[in-house]
């Protein structure tokens, strides 16, 4: 079950202070969507969480940027089982940021309200997180927003999850 396996991982009052607030949310947006798992990056590759995805199959991962201290979100699209990048929005260009409308599978390149928005369909595979409170990493799932410094890990994977568990 997914809440049970958050709850090993993080304490259960802890986990149920930041989870039960977002439950409803959660609970409708997994319906036929599938799910995202977040797994020990190291160790013995456990898995920390098990969460619906929206009806979309989206979510984000936000966090501050090293190099220019900015706010960067990659977002992100389940499809047939892969991830698929679908656009990073960030204000500063900063080491590993794109800086030109042709980079690699781009799809499109604009500017809004202060933000460089890089259009793509870019196959990712899993996604290995270094996880850094100071970073503020955030996954945004199903109209939730997990902060993963919260999860106790200094690594996670995340990656669809091989079957899917209701709530």
């Known amino acids: 079950m997914a809440l049970r396996s958050f709850l ?6 802890a986990a149920a202070a ?3 607030p977002c439950l409803p949310a959660m609970a409708s947006a997994g319906a036929g969507a599938g ?4 797994t020990e990056t190291r160790g013995e590759g ?9 009806p979309d199959g989206t979510f984000d991962l936000s966090f501050i940027h090293s190099v220019s201290r900015t706010p960067v979100t990659d977002s ?3 499809e047939e089982g ?3 990048q679908t656009r990073e929005t960030f204000m ?8 030109i409308a042709n980079d690699m599978d781009a799809t499109g390149w604009r500017h809004e309200n202060g933000h460089f928005i890089l259009d793509m369909h870019r196959l990712t595979g899993p996604i290995p997180l270094r996880i850094q409170a100071q970073f503020k990493n955030t996954l945004h799932i199903a109209g939730t927003h997990l902060p993963l410094a919260e999860l106790g890990q200094s690594a996670l994977t995340l990656a669809p999850c091989d079957e899917e568990t209701p709530l």
């Open 8 to 13: 090993r991982g993080m304490g259960r009052a």
């Open 18 to 20: 930041l989870l039960l």
């Open 35 to 38: 799910w995202l798992c977040l």
């Open 46 to 54: 456990r898995e920390i969480a098990r969460l619906p995805l929206g």
């Open 76 to 78: 992100y699209r389940v």
């Open 82 to 84: 892969r991830i698929v």
């Open 92 to 99: 500063a260009h900063g080491a590993g940021l794109p800086s």
